[in-house]
């Protein structure tokens, strides 16, 4: 490309440094030279459009490599993203189940107090009529002793 930008200044040079005709416009300037600069542009121009081709490819081939980079980083962050979702579900159901086993859990000792509560009022009852019972008999006994 710099040889392509110096064989323009040659032929501004050339321009510049032309000879104006007495009579008309213009400018009387070697046309060899300027024949042979842009000779020299035609025969930079492949090798410049061969390195415009090589940085287009390049380029095109980095941006392909940036692109399926961010896919995967975007595939494994869904990924990440699928898997907390999943943790989540599992820590929530985890934790539904555990409410559940406590309510059942507390439910059990309620009705476990409340049959031994049930149990002890029987036992009691049953002893204070025993105790009631051997009471009069302590009773009556004692009267007919008096």
Request: hydrophobic share 45%; charged share 35%.
């Amino acid at each position: 490309m710099d040889e392509i930008e110096e064989l323009l200044q040659q032929i501004e040079r050339e321009l510049a440094n032309g000879k104006h005709p007495i009579f008309g416009g213009g400018v009387t300037v070697d046309a060899e030279a300027i024949y042979a600069a842009v000779d020299g542009i035609r025969a930079a121009v492949p090798g410049a459009v061969r390195e415009a081709k090589i940085i287009l490819r390049d380029s095109e081939k980095r941006m392909e490599a940036e692109s399926n980079r961010a896919r995967d980083i975007i595939k494994k962050a869904e990924q990440r993203a699928d898997e907390l979702l999943n943790e989540h579900a599992i820590v929530q159901k985890a934790r539904e189940e555990a409410e559940l086993i406590r309510r059942q859990a507390d439910a059990y000792v309620a009705k476990v107090n409340a049959d031994a509560r049930n149990e002890l009022v029987n036992l009691l009852e049953q002893s204070d009529d025993a105790l009631m019972k051997s009471l009069k008999l302590i009773r009556s006994a004692l009267n007919n002793l008096k």
